[in-house]
């Protein structure tokens, strides 16, 4: 069986296929090896999935090479960027299914935006002519890297494969996406819409499966020209290693962040504050970029964390298909206990809970929405991504002061600044070292706007023009015009 019928709260009943996305057909694993996809709200398992060993891995690699070979290196742009525009389409017609499966595990997004976005990049990728000497008619190509390994994670399953795909396709390369083993669920139903697009077998392959064997097996696989991985800072460096181990594959990665949220003195307090409770409890705090670091001027720290904790209490925690809810539960009981081994160090460590630091309700992985106050820059909840609802709040006194502090940690994701006087805004963000900087806003991604890491946040960009350039490859042709010269 390579499908299921599944039930969510807001669809009824669905077809769920199960099996792995090759050569565009949904096959078992070699092994016949399954795992299940468990409920975070109910703890109970939605149903089960083939899982890929490096067998699968091997023939989806094989798939994707011969289709870039023999198909895919031969398609017009044009026709790229339209097939792109097809599954855009067709995912936004499927948007109420995707959303509701995407909840069962996780959070509501679509991503059928940066579809239509990227194909409308596919043809307009170009190279240049150099004038070198009269003798000589140079011109450079962007050509495509080939074989694309992309691994994503589990906080944003849709949105990530959208985000993976879009600047692949355009620039004419094949994936091999293996999305994550607690939410391979939306995945696979955007994969039944692939075929349909008009996408040749084996251009676009998804495989289900666990990090240390398919995702291993894909970052070392000796035919795979690139890897692109979302995740944490930890898995990255194994993912570089084994690029480097293998057969040095290009390499992006989308890392972890400790991202610092400066408030100053003079911000609008309460929009100050809706934005630094969006930007830690968003997505209950699984989110890369999340604001984890709250630093508050002295002149206001007081009543603002006073009212940020009002603001924090009444975020509705539950039912993610619930209209009302604002925080769902975490994807996993391991995400869970780690977020929660970080809250009683946080208590250990001397931090004051302002509130939250408490399971909340007694089934499914439901944090209560937590901040700590006085808390210090050696703290482990001020220096590690804890990657759940839990911010730190520290005061700061000068502009001078916050850059270092905000600058002290080894990401460089994100970060925001909240003020009313342009210059501070302008000068704290220019001197944060951050991949991006929000002013007087927080989490405000853009399918258009370039978003990655500095420092051990990642390599590499997503998202805008910029995403393009990590699927292209350079190649200069130079043609002699003149005789010969030697
Ligand atoms: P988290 O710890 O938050 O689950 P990970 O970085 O472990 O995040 O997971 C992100 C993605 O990386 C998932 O698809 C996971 O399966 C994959 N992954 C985990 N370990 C490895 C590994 N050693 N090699 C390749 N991929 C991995």
Redesign the pocket.
Known sequence: MTSTQVHTPSTGKYTQPTGLFINNEFVKSVDGKTFETINPATEEVICSVSEATEKDVDIAVAAARKAYEHVWRKETPENRGKMLVNLANLIEKNADLLAAVERSTTERLSGWQRLTYYGGWADKIEGKVIDTNPDTFTYTRQEPIGVCGQ?????FPLLMWAWKIGPAIATGNVVVI?????TPLSGLVAASLIKEAGFPPGVINIIS????I???????HMDVDKIA????????R??MK?AAGSNLKKVTLE??GKSPNIVFDDADIENAISWVNFGIFFNHG?CCCAGSRVYVQSGIYDKFVERFKARALANKVGDPFDAETFQGPQ??Q??FD?IMGYISEGKKEGATVVTGGERHGDKGFFIQPTIFSNVTEDMKIMQEEI?GPVCSIAKFETEEEIIATGNNSTYGLAAAVHTTNLNTALRVANNIRAGTVWVNSYNLLHHQVPFGGFKESGIGRELGEAALSNYTQCKSVSIRLGDALF
């Open positions: 691994i994503i994670p589990w906080n293996k999305t994550a083993e607690q499966g666990f990090g240390k398919a995702g291993a097996a894909l970052s070392s991985f979302t995740g944490s800072t930890v898995v990255g194994q993912i084994a890392l972890g699984q994807v996993s391991l995400q780690r990657f």
